[in-house]
């Protein structure tokens, strides 16, 4: 099994603000675990928690955000205006074990 973490840091009063988007955006997709925000360590940050089976799995589930779906175009409307919210990101990727 494959963790992805999305990590975004938010602009200052931001945090709350998108991890109530990327949850709203994100319903209904099956490979989200949790939404994160801080409660130590740096500030301001968001982390979306997936899962997959393989990071084979991991790359094709890419292939639907390339679609013209109406879940895409539902999602793209709830995540509108969400790279105004946060200043960098990084992703991690683990296996588990």
Same mark, same amino acid.
């Given at each position: 099994m494959i963790i992805v973490h999305d990590i975004f840091v938010c602009k200052p009063g931001n945090a709350s603000k +998108?991890? !109530? !988007?990327? !949850? #709203?955006g994100m319903q209904g997709n099956s490979e989200?675990? $949790?939404i +994160?925000?801080?409660m130590t360590g740096p500030f301001n940050r968001v982390? =979306?928690?997936t899962k997959y089976d393989s990071l084979t799995a991991?790359?094709?589930?890419? #292939?639907k955000y390339k #679609? $013209?779906?109406? *879940?895409m175009k539902k999602m793209a *409307?709830? =995540?509108e205006g969400y790279h105004d919210m946060y200043l960098t990101g990084s992703r991690e990727?683990?296996?588990v074990w």
């Open positions: +998108l991890g !109530k !988007k990327f !949850k #709203e989200l675990v $949790n +994160l925000t801080d982390i =979306m928690v991991y790359e094709q589930s890419w #292939e #679609e $013209n779906s109406e *879940a *409307a709830a =995540m990727i683990f296996q």
